[in-house]
């Protein structure tokens, strides 16, 4: 198995311009996890999805923020109008089922996000 | 919000030490688990104990947990300079979602070769 693969590894993009993030899950994952990583905040969770409805997106920061899980092998992490405080390592995890909690992530490398 | 707290923030060694690293959290949780992140690369997944348990073992690792004091320490015997990362602490609420991992700011080990 290839792991949980994201993409870009690293994205650089001025201010004011749409960022799309993406992310493959391993295969027979139930659950898909958006986390952001910033050295002042640490690990922040953004979103989680289960069978690729959105369970609880009360991390997202604000509406500038959206993500979506079409099938069970893709998500996206839109970031539109983008902001230089939104510069960050974003994370891709996914994890198995029932009882998700009870296994744990995979996640991705990330994606270095850099707004200027 | 952090639930997990790791002590030390960092923690320095000379390989073949033992480094010990500690996690204290707030709520009652369902488990906990320990991961592991290198510079630049994403978390792995080290070890989870469930909160009926006291201590388990994987390999080098010894993870052990108190419920009563809601804390958690992680134990790496015989250091190695790849054990040098950072160290990350994560809990699974009771109550909440079964879904959600709430990590800690971690412990940056340094083994010194």
């Known amino acids: 198995d290839a792991g949980v693969i994201q993409s870009p590894r690293h994205e650089v993009t001025e201010m004011g311009q749409e960022v799309t993030l993406r992310c493959k899950p391993i295969s027979g994952h139930n659950s898909l996890f958006w986390y952001r990583q910033t050295m002042m905040r640490g690990l922040e969770l953004l979103i989680y999805?289960?069978?690729?409805?959105?369970?609880?997106d009360s991390g997202m920061p604000e509406d500038r923020f959206s993500a979506k899980m079409p099938n069970a092998s893709f998500s996206t992490l839109k970031i539109q109008p983008s902001e230089p405080r939104d510069s960050a390592v974003y994370f891709c995890?996914?994890?198995?089922?029932?009882?998700?909690?009870?296994?744990?992530?995979?996640f991705g490398s990330g994606t270095r996000l850099t707004v200027v | 919000s952090q639930q997990g707290e790791e002590d030390p923030q960092a923690l320095s060694i000379q390989e073949g030490e033992n480094a010990t690293m500690n996690c204290s959290y707030k709520?009652?949780?369902?488990?906990l688990q320990w991961y592991r992140q290198n510079s630049g690369r994403g978390l792995v997944h080290l070890i989870l104990?469930?909160?009926?348990?006291r201590e388990k073992h994987s390999g080098r690792l010894r993870v052990t947990l108190d419920t009563s004091k809601k804390s958690s320490s992680l134990l790496i015997t015989a250091s190695r300079a790849a054990d040098t990362a950072s160290y990350f602490c994560?809990?699974?609420?009771?109550?909440?979602?079964?879904?959600?991992?709430?990590f800690g700011k971690g412990t940056l080990l340094t083994v010194n070769p």
């Open positions: 709520t009652s949780i369902n488990n």
């Open positions: 995890a996914s994890s198995r089922g029932p009882g998700q909690g009870s296994w744990g992530y995979t």
């Open positions: 104990i469930r909160s009926n348990e």
């Open positions: 994560a809990t699974v609420e009771v109550g909440g979602s079964n879904y959600k991992l709430t």
């Open positions: 999805f289960n069978n690729n409805v959105p369970i609880d």
